[in-house]
């Protein structure tokens, strides 16, 4: 039987090395592993046709099938563990769901009526799914962080917690256990099941990735049998700076601003002449309404304070909030129903910055659409008298602009030792439209990994095969990120020849 080709191949994953060999009676032979890579391709081509299906047009297929077919991804390999997986119902052999974090894109279809297993995740997002989709306590089983846990019903699959730093709740998952059972829908079945190896798999959901994750004791030095990688920003375009130096931007700006602002006038401040970012951004599905609070008749004594508002999701970018509130020392002031959602995270800190009375609050926690020309100045309207002017934040990776002459092919020893430039309150820029008294910023913040830190991270950790879960719907876009992991895993073999170390050099714990 031929070989499938490169091109074939090719699709599947990265970092495909020979797994070790087994006795025949335990493991698999040559035979079905090539029969097991043929599957995979297959695999793949389904999981296409299901992405290529918006969730609208399935409900047809579902009356008259039962339900949508999870990709094979979705299901950890040889286990009957499925993560992020809710649109899909009960999967065959599935005894255990996981849920990375909540965001709609990954608890799609889970409702009060799932009854369908239960669901693991972390405390924080186990308090938002019971508050925001009345999920039954009963199939929500929060995880400690950190804390090793063994699955019920999984034939001996154990689970650790690590933090993901993406949005409040956000879980990777790292599995241990041997493959027991071809689970799900896909029809690859795994020649290991049965066998005596045991199985690491890293789940990342959501990150951004930082030295802090390869240096966890559950991941270095330990080899990785699968890592299924968040691809969101794999693109040598996307290079967006720092988080750490984002958010910190934003504080000293804040300060700035309002300092300079409240002792003069904001129109003496504002340079006209500034260079502006353009504004790009997807929709966000999760707008918050507004409680209607006013401030109608203030007094005109306060008419000179300066009302900072940051936008947000519904879950996501609060870092940027507490750093401008601890700058400020000023309370945060948001609606009603986002304030139950802050109170669901296990954020003391937050908790104690939180206020129902917007006059009392210098630093509003507003949706991130209303960042912007339009929606800002109503918003501001109904707190005349109260603050004179606005400064807005407005917080997403699509805000960034790939810098001219930027090489978009480089090699990965080019990536991993390009100068990174340091982010700073000066690298900030009002945006279109702003004035003198809605003063606003696009600011190039995402809790995605960068190009630069994927890069980073893949060359940080030992792993046998890569698994890319979003931007995977077409054949050609799959071709191009296993470019990029090909080219991973033969700078990682470059590195260990030339006796570099493990982990790549990094500034700070926080990022490379």
Not at 47 to 65: H, I, N, Y
Not at 179 to 188: E, H, K, L, P, R
Not at 432 to 450: D, M, Q, T, W
């Amino acid at each position: 039987m031929p070989r499938p080709s490169l091109s074939s191949r090719v699709h599947l994953h990265s970092f495909s090395k020979p797994p070790p060999s087994e006795s025949s009676s335990r493991g698999p032979n040559a035979f079905s592993l090539l029969m097991s890579s043929r599957k995979e391709n297959e695999a793949w081509k389904l999981a296409e046709v299901d992405l290529a299906k918006p969730e609208s047009a399935m409900g047809k297929a579902r009356r008259r099938e039962g339900r949508r077919k999870a990709p094979f991804y979705k299901v950890m390999q040889g286990m009957p563990v499925a993560v992020d997986a809710f649109r899909y119902g009960k999967i065959p052999g599935v005894t255990a769901y996981f849920l990375t974090h909540a965001h709609s894109d990954h608890y799609t279809n889970l409702s009060s009526k799932w009854k369908n297993g239960p669901i693991y995740c972390s405390r924080t997002t186990a308090n938002l799914i019971k508050l925001m989709l009345q999920v039954d306590p009963k199939w929500v089983h929060p995880l400690e962080v950190d804390k090793p846990f063994i699955i019920p019903g999984t034939g001996g699959v154990e689970v650790t917690v690590l933090e993901a730093n993406h949005c409040p709740g956000s879980s990777l998952f790292l599995f241990k256990g041997k493959q027991t059972v071809n689970a799900g829908d896909s029809g690859f079945n795994s020649p290991y099941v049965g066998s005596t190896k045991v199985f690491r798999y890293l789940h990342c959901g959501d990150f951004r990735a930082s030295p802090r994750h390869v240096l966890h004791p559950t991941i270095k030095g330990h080899k990785l049998d699968i890592v299924y990688l968040d691809t969101t920003y794999l693109n040598a375009k996307y290079c967006f700076p720092p988080q750490k130096q984002v958010i910190e931007a934003c504080a000293e700006l804040a300060r700035t601003l309002v300092n300079r602002g409240e002792s003069a006038s904001l129109e003496e401040t504002f340079d006209p002449g500034f260079p502006t970012n353009d504004e790009e951004d997807k929709p966000d599905l999760n707008l918050l309404e507004d409680d209607g609070k006013s401030l109608e008749g203030v007094g005109a004594s306060e008419a000179k304070r300066i009302l900072v508002a940051v936008g947000t999701y519904s879950i996501g970018k609060e870092r940027i909030v507490k750093a401008v509130a601890k700058a400020l020392n000023s309370k945060v002031y948001c609606d009603g129903r986002k304030r139950d959602i802050l109170l669901c995270q296990d954020d003391p800190d937050l908790h104690d910055m939180l206020t129902s009375d917007p006059k009392e609050a210098q630093v509003h926690l507003v949706p991130l659409q209303t960042i912007n020309l339009e929606r800002i100045e109503p918003y501001f309207t109904r707190f005349r008298g109260s603050f004179s002017s606005v400064v807005g934040f407005r917080p997403t990776g699509w805000t960034y602009s790939t810098p001219a002459g930027t090489d978009l092919f480089p090699s990965v020893g080019q990536v991993i030792s390009r100068p990174q430039k340091t982010f700073t309150s000066s690298s900030l820029n009002p945006m279109r439209n702003s004035n003198a008294k809605y003063r606003l910023y696009g600011v190039p913040y995402s809790e995605h990994s960068s190009f630069h830190e994927l890069t980073c991270f893949a060359l940080s950790v030992d792993v046998v095969k890569i698994i890319a879960t979003v931007n995977v719907g077409s054949a050609k876009s799959r071709g191009m990120m296993n470019k990029w992991f090909e080219k991973w895993e033969a700078e990682r073999k470059k590195r260990a020849k030339e006796g570099k170390p493990s982990i790549v050099p990094y500034r700070c714990l926080d990022y490379w």
